[in-house]
């Protein structure tokens, strides 16, 4: 059984920043890619950022050099974090953290791979 529950989203003003988090209870001794999906009104899933359990990752270009997506495992926890700063209004979505078992090569960001989602976290930044 695979959970993710979101945290951190918000409304901010464009240029601002925000700080989203991810609880992640995955089996940590399997394989495992974990990533950040987001949708807008209207508008199709876009994977934002891959991060697998070796550490790579992969963003969309329309993040590059602004989203770092991280993660850490405190307590027994597995954490995805995704840092968003010069944040723009065409980044308001519901953002998704979620995971699957198993690796792609190359890291792939694809919404349609993952197989578990979290109920999603609203991002709003306004112009």
């Known amino acids: 059984q695979v959970t993710l529950v979101e945290s951190g989203g918000g409304s901010v003003q464009a240029g601002g920043s925000l700080r989203l988090s991810c609880e992640v209870s995955v089996d940590t001794y399997r394989t495992y890619t974990m990533g950040w999906i987001r949708q807008a009104p209207g508008k199709g899933r876009e994977g934002v950022a891959a991060?697998?359990?070796?550490?790579?990752?992969?963003?969309a270009d329309s993040v590059k050099d602004r989203f770092t997506a991280s993660k850490d495992n405190a307590q027994n926890t597995l954490y995805l974090h995704l840092q968003m700063n010069n944040l723009k209004p065409e980044d308001t979505a519901m953002y998704y953290c979620?995971?699957?078992?198993?690796?792609?090569?190359?890291?792939?960001?694809?919404?349609?791979?993952?197989?578990?989602w979290g109920q999603g976290t609203q991002v709003t930044v306004s112009s």
């Open positions: 991060i697998d359990k070796d550490g790579s990752i992969t963003y």
């Open positions: 979620a995971a699957r078992y198993g690796n792609v090569r190359p890291l792939c960001r694809s919404p349609d791979l993952f197989a578990y």
